[in-house]
């Protein structure tokens, strides 16, 4: 029987799926014209969940079932700006869904079950419950890639998606099983302890090969990316911004449960497969670097483009995990709380640039922006700057913690090939502002920003963030280390 | 007030920048009055630096501190000398000159030309007062987007090939500063204060990884031999004020950059590599004076006469270690940095007003080409002493600022080897013969063409804008005393720490 101290624990999760099934029942129930009270229903809920999160935080690391979920400052961190990020989603697909026809309750409630995923994902305590979590999201992704039924190339990125995403899974539960046969256990925690004395090296070596490759496609780490173009480009851009922030940070939580808690080195001595895996992620984290960056400078779609500069931004995020110590923990969770806000003001800003029958999907529609529209013009320039990593842009203090984990894990080299990674970058980046800035608007386009003044507003203040994070960074830096440090 | 004049100088043009953003397209003239206003304003408050400034010590004076990123040992942390009050007041100096040569010139969308510049100048001061080297490099790195900016949206032709160069150029360079400093943080133990990172002992081959990714760097930046090449396209293409900002501040924080790191932070390696910089420097000085001479357009012609002009700025640096460490003539060494300096604020008078000039005669006839002038004098009498006077400065006439410090230079150069010497005085011929030879061909002779017939003479406007300029090529040129005072201290600190190995 669970204690109620068990449930307390989980509350947060339990009330978001209670009030997702309520928000599926009220859309069943809701007039056509009324069903505009969803969507600030489910930002409301999305919100009060932050809250619970917050205000439920204990002090310290708790577990409940047994030890199957984990509630600490790693899960707090998480999961306030999974829910966050996604409240801010919301906003912003709420005029691509009207204008689109769209069906709005569907993409409420499957939103917020995937983020109930993400919330299992960086609380699992046990193989399973990151199994389920990792489930629980994807499936939401899938349908919710292909929510666009009309669109082929929608449905062609749920296919690609699923497929690859449910090989990529199998991957995943292959090498659990045989990381349960080496340990006998589940449990992440037992299984760290049993590392040591196993006389099954070897098998335990294979099942930590196929969970990279599984946490490699979750991430979008190259040679594990082929679906984030397709899938990026193909999905409604409502999607797409949650695939391309929220997640990122769900892929970060699974990466440092299965390999860190699971695997990784107690401080003051090697005792777990630490140095093995730095190794592989260390040559995941270089592929994605050079193929993410080589690949988005000959791109003409912009969600392609920031497809491929996701993947090296998950290089870069590799860069500092592969440190496998507290510093570079927190200075990849850094960076993965600073790629997610950028990175869903980015694809804001392509939805907030669209309207129906005309997608901001070419960098060449973006020709001339700021002739038309000065302010969006400049929020696209903080963006494109922050991804760059120029100070004194958010992004460029996430660059500068995971290169100085590096250096100080001893790999000066992999600091370098991301220094190097980074001019290339800076390339593709530039060429945006370029157009907006430089060139001359298109004859017979007429780019302008969305009339709906919330996601108008909602996504000034994710840019300006960019700016003032810039600045005022120390008290995420200093919550990142406290969360890894206990 | 005086204890955060610092943080005044540096933030109030960037504050200033957002009304003038404000004023908008729509009122073009209120922006250019509040920019100008912000733009005096900190000119005045920089003035505020001299008494302020004890420059008998020498030391890093009017000390601001503040812990910005506590775990990380990253402190806002703020101080100048006598060499950074020196560039400050340039920096101040030329901001006004370049928004008010900017004032009727720049028709398209002026306020934001006006806060990109102010912006900046902002973060131009930052560099010259942070005494955190994470701070240095915030400031460092966000002064390429305003300059990016400002050569894409107002400049010539191939503007964008030259801004995109400029920017990936520079940031090339830097990028691997900052892999250097971050090696340095791990060195110290946890601490990115630029004085401490001197403090720390270094073997040879780590100094020497070090030196070369400072010098990457910086020698982009100063631009030395052979990085150089994004100096021309970018001078070229760049409006006016772009070239005056870009030729009279940005590359001095090259040469700044050099004395702030490399010098104290890898002086064994500096010392061991100096061979290096002095053949840069030379080949700077007398092979790009040869490529200047055969340039037919006049900003191309003035950029590589400042390549070659920072080739002093380098060559008075690096002899130093010759004088300290090998032939033991500090006093020599002293001359010779004290000559780099002076020759840092005075080509940045000199390389701003030969712009300046170009732009009014670019913003009559629309070319920069020499061969379409010629006569001018006939048309613009009051323009043309101006330019004379400029030119005259640029070949290194005695009585402008321009004689002064290439003579310490090679007065130093002289005692450390007169072959040195010998290569470095070539300027003086081979800046003359470019300089004079364009002269003869733009200002002298008969009107060649109708259109040269028809220009107007210098408006107050520009007669305001050059004369400033040559009342510091002049006041420099004949009393450069108050300019040499002002950094003496603080070069003779320098010098007494080249004598200290750290290996």
């Known amino acids: 029987m669970p204690s109620i101290n068990d449930i307390l624990i989980l509350l947060p999760e339990i009330y978001l799926v209670v009030a997702a099934c309520v928000l599926l029942l009220l859309d069943a129930w809701l007039k056509p014209g009324q069903k505009g009270a969803v969507h600030w229903l489910s930002i409301l809920v999305l919100l009060v969940g932050a809250y619970l999160v917050v205000s439920g935080q204990p002090a310290s690391s708790v577990t409940a079932f047994g030890g199957m979920f984990v509630r600490d400052g790693v899960a707090e961190v998480l999961k306030l700006f999974s829910l966050v990020i996604t409240a801010m989603i919301f906003v912003y697909a709420r005029p691509y869904l009207k204008e689109r026809a769209i069906p709005f309750g569907e993409f409420y409630t499957l939103t917020i079950f995937a983020t109930v995923g993400i919330m299992f994902l960086v609380s699992a305590g046990s193989l399973v419950t990151s199994y389920l979590g990792l489930e629980l999201l994807t499936l939401s992704s899938y349908a919710l890639v292909a929510l666009n039924r009309d669109s082929s190339l929608s449905s062609e990125a749920a296919i690609k998606y699923f497929v690859l995403g449910a090989l990529a899974s199998g991957m995943l539960l292959y090498g659990m099983s045989m990381v349960y046969g080496a340990t006998h256990s589940l449990d992440l925690h037992t299984i760290h302890a049993a590392i040591v004395g196993t006389e099954w090296k070897t098998l335990l070596l294979f099942g930590l090969v196929f969970m990279i490759t599984g946490i490699g496609f979750k991430l979008g780490a190259a040679p594990f990316h082929m679906w984030i173009p397709d899938v990026y480009q193909g999905s409604p851009t409502a999607v797409t911004v949650f695939i391309g922030s929220a997640q990122k940070l769900a892929a970060f939580g699974m990466a440092y449960r299965l390999l860190s808690t699971g695997m990784g080195d107690a401080a003051g001595g090697a005792t777990g497969l630490a140095p093995q895996w730095q190794l592989m992620l260390a040559v995941l984290a270089v592929l994605s670097l050079a193929i993410g960056n080589l690949v988005a400078l000959v791109q003409t779609n912009l969600k392609r483009l920031l497809a491929y500069s996701t993947i090296s931004h998950m290089g870069y995020l590799l860069v500092g995990f592969v440190n496998a110590g507290p510093e570079g923990y927190s200075a990849s969770m850094f960076y993965a709380v600073s790629y997610a806000l950028t990175s869903a003001a980015a694809f804001g800003m392509i939805i907030v640039l669209s309207r129906s029958g005309f997608e901001c999907e070419e960098i060449d529609d973006l020709k001339g922006l700021n002739q038309r529209s000065p302010w969006f013009a400049f929020l696209m320039l903080l963006i494109m700057f922050s991804l760059a990593g120029v100070p004194p842009l958010f992004g460029f203090y996430g660059k500068l913690l995971v290169l100085k984990a590096a250096v100080d894990a001893g790999m000066l080299w992999l600091a370098l090939v991301g220094a190097v990674a980074a001019i290339i970058g800076l390339y593709y980046y530039l060429r945006v502002v370029k157009v907006m800035y430089f060139d001359a608007p298109t004859e017979g386009t007429d780019v302008r920003a969305t009339a709906d003044a919330p996601a108008r507003w909602v996504l000034s203040l994710n840019a300006l963030a960019l700016l003032v994070l810039g600045f005022a960074w120390s008290p995420l830096l200093t919550w990142c280390e406290r969360a890894f440090a206990g | ?503």
């Open chain 2, 1 to 503: 007030m005086s204890n955060h004049l610092l943080s005044l100088l540096i933030w109030l043009p960037v504050v200033g920048a957002i009304p003038v953003l404000l004023a908008g397209n729509g009122r073009p003239g209120l922006a250019r009055w509040i920019s100008l206003l912000v733009a005096v304003a900190t000119f005045a408050a920089s003035l505020a630096l001299i008494p302020a400034y004890d420059a008998t010590t020498g030391t890093m004076q009017l000390n601001e501190s503040m812990s910005w990123i506590p775990s990380l040992g990253i402190n806002y942390s703020l101080a100048v000398d006598g060499i950074s009050v020196a560039l400050i007041i340039l920096t101040t100096f030329t901001q006004i000159l370049v928004i008010v040569g900017a004032w009727e010139i720049i028709q398209n969308k002026p306020h934001q030309y006006m806060a990109a510049m102010l912006m900046l100048e902002g973060a131009m001061i930052g560099v010259f007062c942070a005494t955190d080297a994470m701070l240095f490099y915030v400031f460092f790195e966000a002064m390429l987007i305003p300059m990016f900016i400002i050569i894409g949206i107002w400049g010539g032709p191939r503007r964008v090939y030259a801004t995109l160069k400029f920017f990936i150029y520079t940031f090339f360079g830097s990028i691997f500063m900052l892999v250097g400093l971050l090696y340095l943080w791990h060195k110290t133990g946890g601490s990115f204060a630029i004085s401490d990172m001197a403090a720390v002992h270094l073997t040879l081959t780590e100094q020497s990884w070090l030196f070369f990714a400072f010098l990457l760097g910086f020698a982009i930046k100063v631009p030395m031999v052979p990085v150089h090449t994004w100096l021309p396209d970018a001078h070229v293409e760049a409006p006016t004020g772009g070239s005056v900002v870009l030729a009279a501040v940005m590359l001095k924080i090259g040469g700044y950059g050099f004395i702030r790191f490399s010098l104290p932070i890898a002086p064994d390696a500096s010392q061991h590599y100096e061979w290096l910089i002095i053949v840069l420097s030379l080949i700077a000085v007398c092979y790009i004076g040869y490529i200047a001479l055969v340039q037919q357009d006049m900003k191309k012609l003035v950029a590589y006469s400042s390549i070659a002009h920072m080739g002093f700025v380098t060559l008075g640096i690096f002899i130093a270690f010759i004088l300290v460490r090998e032939t033991n003539n500090p006093d020599a060494a002293r001359l010779g940095m004290q000559g780099a300096m002076v020759q840092m604020i005075s080509h940045g008078f000199i390389s701003g007003a030969m712009f300046s000039c170009i732009g009014v005669l670019y913003d009559r006839m629309h070319t920069r080409q020499i061969k379409d002038y010629g006569g001018v004098i006939n048309v613009m009498p009051i323009f043309a002493p101006f330019y004379v006077l400029f030119a005259m400065a640029n070949s290194g006439l005695p009585g402008t600022s321009g004689f002064v410090g290439e003579f310490m230079v090679i007065l130093a150069a002289f005692s450390a080897n007169p072959w040195i010497a010998l290569f470095a005085a070539f300027t003086l011929i081979i800046g003359a013969a470019y300089t004079l030879w364009m002269v003869k061909r733009v200002l002298w002779g008969n009107v060649t063409n109708k259109h040269v017939a028809e220009l107007k003479d210098v408006n107050g406007r520009e007669i305001f804008m050059l004369s400033a300029f040559a009342a510091g090529v002049l006041l420099f040129g004949i009393w450069p005393e108050p300019l040499v005072h002002l950094m003496d201290a603080s070069v003779a600190r320098i010098v007494e720490q080249l004598a200290i190995t750290k290996v």
